[in-house]
Structure formats: structure tokens, C-alpha cells
């Protein structure tokens, strides 16, 4: 597989493009949490239509959590000014302070199986360590990874971790730096009072609460370092947007949306390039729709994709996962 990494070189001109740029990362995660089963009478992965997506991919509440995980992911894979510097912040907050950060994805599930996702292939190497906010040496990521992804199907598998990160498998992400490799595990929850805390777990990513303070900041009952994401003319403002009309487009499958689904007229214009495309694969939609973006906002870039499961766990087949940059924040926010 192969994965085109968009860094965000200038300012978004108009908010048609930037929502496209974001519903493309949405919909390639709603693919990803599809099982291999419920895939393969349409061709699989690979050649499943985008009409025929929103019948597979039955609407539930998880559905805003995927989407969540994979923008937060792409964000920070893409350097979003909004996101990357709040990250930064709360890495920082445990102790991880050089180069910029990364992201590694934690998240795909598909019926009680758990795939990493890594955008390099170096990104563990033996030397990487996860910092668990304990005394003592770090420890090695890559040693336990067989043990990590088994303790999300099997409880009885817990024990085979040590006791400082045997709530690591509850990660989202594992964010930290190439640089030093560290890491520490991510929480990403759509909603914050669904916030657990776990052995291992450093950071919990959340969207910013209204009239409650987004400063990022260390928790020290729940022993995590809380990262609000900012909503207004922000980040999250473009995410719900970008999700309501995926959810729209989804119900019915992907044909032109009405007025009255998508009253503003931007979020049907959105609609309706992707209705353009319900005959083609999801994968070829995903790459087609890359040529509406802003010309000369993004500097792109392509490398090999790996896909690993690790342990006894069997993750479905993945697709193809496009990454488009979410935008900067309004210049009158």
C-alpha cells in the first residue's frame, strides 16, 4: 500500500476545499472499521464502491469516534498547526521535548481485532521505549507489541505485560518523538466524560468544552495529561462539519444530497463531489477527490504503507488510507 502524506504549505483560500480535504481522512476511517467479512461480497477492500459503503458500514455510535481517531492521527501526521502545537504541549508535560512529533495509529478496530497502522517502518525499532510516567527504565515498545495487540481480544493475556503499561492496549495512538524514541500512549475520546484511565496511558485527547478552560494540562487525578482540541473557526468546527456530511452522503448512499439534508450550500457543493464518484471504488474516490483542494496549499509526498498485526489476533485486509490536511484556523477567529 501506499500513503500520501499533504503538508499544508498555505493558508485555506475557501471552505469548500478545506471540508473536502477533511471528509476524506473521515470516510477512509469509516472503511477501516468495516470487517473483512461484511467487505467481501463487494469486492473487498479494494473494490468495494463508494454507494455501496453506507450498506456495509451501518450507522453507530462509534461511528464519530473512528472518524475522531483517524483526523487527530492525520493531523499531527500532517502537521495541522492546531492540533501539532497542542500535542506538542502535552508532550512536553511528560517529558518529551525534541523533534516534532509523530504519530503512530492504534486504533482500527474490526470485530475484537486491533491492527497498527505505521506511516514509517522505522518509527519502532528495538530502541523505542514507552514512557509510562513510572519510576524506573522506560520500556521497550517493540518487545511487547505481540502481547499489546493480543490483551485487546483476550483478558487473560493482561498479565503478560508489566504492570506499568497493562492498560497500554487501551491506546488510541501512541504519540512521541522519532528523534528520542519515545512514546507514550493516547486516548482519543469524542466524548471527555467517557475518559478512562489505564496503566500506561499518558494523554487523553478531547474536544475543548465550551466554557471550561482548553489549556492544556496534567490531570493528576485521572494521572493523564488532558489536550483539548479547540472547536470555533478551529479544528473540531471542521470536523463536525466534514462528519455531518459524510453521515448525510452515507444514508444515502452517496447520491447528490438534498437541501433539506445539507441546508448550507458549501456542504452540498462537498456532497456533490462525492456523488460524482459513488461508482467508482472508495479507494479510487479517495485519491480522485485529492485534485479539488486549494492549488498550492499542499506539498505532497508518497512512501510505503505497512500494515502488521502482531500476536494471535487477525486484523481484516486494510485499504489504501489517503491523508488530506485539515485546515488552519479562520484568520477571524
Given at each position: 500500500?501506499?500513503?500520501?502524506?499533504?503538508?499544508?504549505?498555505?493558508?485555506?483560500?475557501?471552505?469548500?476545499?478545506?471540508?473536502?480535504?477533511?471528509?476524506?481522512?473521515?470516510?477512509?476511517?469509516?472503511?477501516?472499521?468495516?470487517?473483512?467479512?461484511?467487505?467481501?461480497?463487494?469486492?473487498?477492500?479494494?473494490?468495494?464502491?463508494?454507494?455501496?459503503?453506507?450498506?456495509?458500514?451501518?450507522?453507530?455510535?462509534?461511528?464519530?469516534?473512528?472518524?475522531?481517531?483517524?483526523?487527530?492521527?492525520?493531523?499531527?501526521?500532517?502537521?495541522?498547526?492546531?492540533?501539532?502545537?497542542?500535542?506538542?504541549?502535552?508532550?512536553?508535560?511528560?517529558?518529551?521535548?525534541?523533534?516534532?512529533?509523530?504519530?503512530?495509529?492504534?486504533?482500527?478496530?474490526?470485530?475484537?481485532?486491533?491492527?497498527?497502522?505505521?506511516?514509517?517502518?522505522?518509527?519502532?525499532?528495538?530502541?523505542?521505549?514507552?514512557?509510562?510516567?513510572?519510576?524506573?527504565?522506560?520500556?521497550?515498545?517493540?518487545?511487547h507489541m505481540n502481547n499489546l495487540a493480543a490483551a485487546f481480544r483476550r483478558?487473560?493475556?493482561?498479565?503478560?505485560?508489566?504492570?506499568?503499561?497493562?492498560?497500554?492496549?487501551?491506546?488510541?495512538?501512541?504519540?512521541?518523538?522519532?528523534?528520542?524514541?519515545?512514546?507514550?500512549?493516547?486516548?482519543i475520546k469524542i466524548q471527555p466524560r467517557r475518559l478512562e484511565t489505564a496503566?500506561?496511558?499518558?494523554?487523553?485527547?478531547?474536544?475543548?468544552?465550551?466554557?471550561?478552560?482548553?489549556?492544556?494540562?496534567?490531570?493528576?487525578?485521572?494521572?493523564?495529561?488532558?489536550?483539548?482540541?479547540?472547536?470555533?473557526?478551529?479544528?473540531?468546527?471542521?470536523?463536525?462539519?466534514?462528519?455531518?456530511?459524510?453521515?448525510?452522503?452515507?444514508?444515502?448512499?452517496?447520491?447528490?444530497?438534498?437541501?433539506?439534508?445539507?441546508?448550507?450550500?458549501?456542504?452540498?457543493?462537498?456532497?456533490?463531489?462525492?456523488?460524482?464518484?459513488?461508482?467508482?471504488?472508495?479507494?479510487?474516490?479517495?485519491?480522485?477527490?485529492?485534485?479539488?483542494?486549494?492549488?498550492?496549499?499542499?506539498?505532497?509526498?508518497?512512501?510505503?504503507?505497512?500494515?502488521?498485526?502482531?500476536?494471535?489476533?487477525?486484523?481484516?485486509?486494510?485499504?489504501?488510507?489517503?491523508?488530506?490536511?485539515?485546515?488552519?484556523?479562520?484568520?477571524?477567529?
Amino acid at each position: 500500500m501506499q500513503l500520501r502524506q499533504e503538508r499544508q504549505a498555505n493558508p485555506v483560500a475557501d471552505d469548500v476545499s478545506a471540508l473536502i480535504a477533511v471528509t476524506r481522512p473521515i470516510v477512509a476511517g469509516l472503511l477501516h472499521s468495516v470487517s473483512a467479512e461484511q467487505l467481501e461480497p463487494h469486492g473487498g477492500p479494494k473494490g468495494i464502491k463508494l454507494k455501496h459503503l453506507g450498506r456495509v458500514r451501518k450507522a453507530n455510535d462509534g461511528d464519530l469516534g473512528v472518524a475522531f481517531e483517524y483526523a487527530i492521527h492525520e493531523a499531527v501526521a500532517t502537521h495541522e498547526p492546531v492540533v501539532t502545537e497542542r500535542v506538542t504541549d502535552a508532550l512536553a508535560l511528560c517529558r518529551i521535548r525534541q523533534g516534532a512529533p509523530a504519530s503512530i495509529l492504534f486504533a482500527i478496530e474490526k470485530d475484537g481485532a486491533k491492527q497498527i497502522i505505521d506511516t514509517k517502518r522505522d518509527l519502532i525499532t528495538a530502541e523505542s521505549r514507552v514512557l509510562s510516567g513510572k519510576r524506573g527504565q522506560p520500556i521497550k515498545l517493540a518487545r511487547h507489541m505481540n502481547n499489546l495487540a493480543a490483551a485487546f481480544r483476550r483478558k487473560s493475556t493482561h498479565p503478560a505485560l508489566p504492570r506499568s503499561i497493562q492498560g497500554l492496549w487501551k491506546a488510541d495512538l501512541f504519540l512521541g518523538s522519532p528523534e528520542r524514541e519515545h512514546w507514550v500512549g493516547t486516548t482519543i475520546k469524542i466524548q471527555p466524560r467517557r475518559l478512562e484511565t489505564a496503566e500506561g496511558l499518558r494523554i487523553a485527547i478531547v474536544p475543548a468544552q465550551g466554557e471550561k478552560s482548553d489549556a492544556v494540562r496534567l490531570d493528576e487525578g485521572k494521572g493523564l495529561v488532558i489536550c483539548p482540541i479547540p472547536h470555533d473557526y478551529s479544528f473540531m468546527q471542521t470536523f463536525h462539519e466534514g462528519m455531518r456530511i459524510v453521515q448525510v452522503l452515507m444514508v444515502d448512499d452517496f447520491s447528490p444530497p438534498e437541501a433539506k439534508n445539507l441546508p448550507n450550500p458549501q456542504h452540498r457543493e462537498v456532497g456533490r463531489a462525492w456523488a460524482e464518484r459513488r461508482d467508482l471504488t472508495v479507494e479510487d474516490a479517495l485519491d480522485s477527490m485529492v485534485v479539488f483542494a486549494q492549488p498550492h496549499l499542499l506539498e505532497a509526498s508518497t512512501e510505503e504503507l505497512s500494515a502488521d498485526t502482531f500476536g494471535t489476533v487477525v486484523a481484516a485486509a486494510s485499504t489504501t488510507t489517503m491523508i488530506g490536511p485539515v485546515p488552519l484556523r479562520s484568520p477571524d477567529a
